[in-house]
């Protein structure tokens, strides 16, 4: 089974950066973060296929977030810069074995693999 551990959480001043990284026991093809606000919908934030052929960003991050990997150690990065009040959430980690090639790993595909989470405040 593929386990999904996120860390690099905490609180911001808006304005601020983080970087979140995603260990997995096993590197899938896809990997995602995902974040989820109270009384929001789960928002796809990034994805990254493996080898980092491919990257996907959510208009809401583009140009301030960045997706990366270390295949090597099995993780997956999201450095998060000029964050806002906004950004504040709980971040997921989430892989899938789909190759989504053509989507470059959009979160919106399926993902069945997921992290516990990681706390971001920004304020």
């Known amino acids: 089974d593929v386990q999904l551990v996120e860390s690099g959480g905490g609180s911001v001043q808006p304005g601020g950066t983080l970087r979140l990284a995603c260990t997995q026991s096993?590197?899938?093809?896809?990997a995602a973060w995902f974040r989820q606000a109270p009384g929001k919908e789960r928002e796809g934030v990034a994805g990254?296929?493996?080898?980092?052929?491919?990257?996907y960003y959510a208009d809401s991050v583009k140009g301030r977030f960045t997706i990366s990997e270390d295949n090597a150690k099995s993780m997956v990065y999201l450095q998060m810069d000029s964050l806002k009040p906004e950004d504040t959430a709980t971040y997921f980690c989430?892989?899938?074995?789909?190759?989504?090639?053509?989507?470059?790993?959009?979160?919106?595909?399926?993902?069945?693999?997921w992290g516990q989470g990681t706390q971001v405040t920004v304020s």
């Open positions: 989430a892989a899938t074995g789909m190759r989504y090639v053509s989507t470059r790993c959009d979160p919106r595909n399926e993902y069945n693999y």
């Open positions: 096993i590197r899938k093809y896809c």
């Open positions: 990254i296929s493996a080898g980092g052929g491919g990257t």
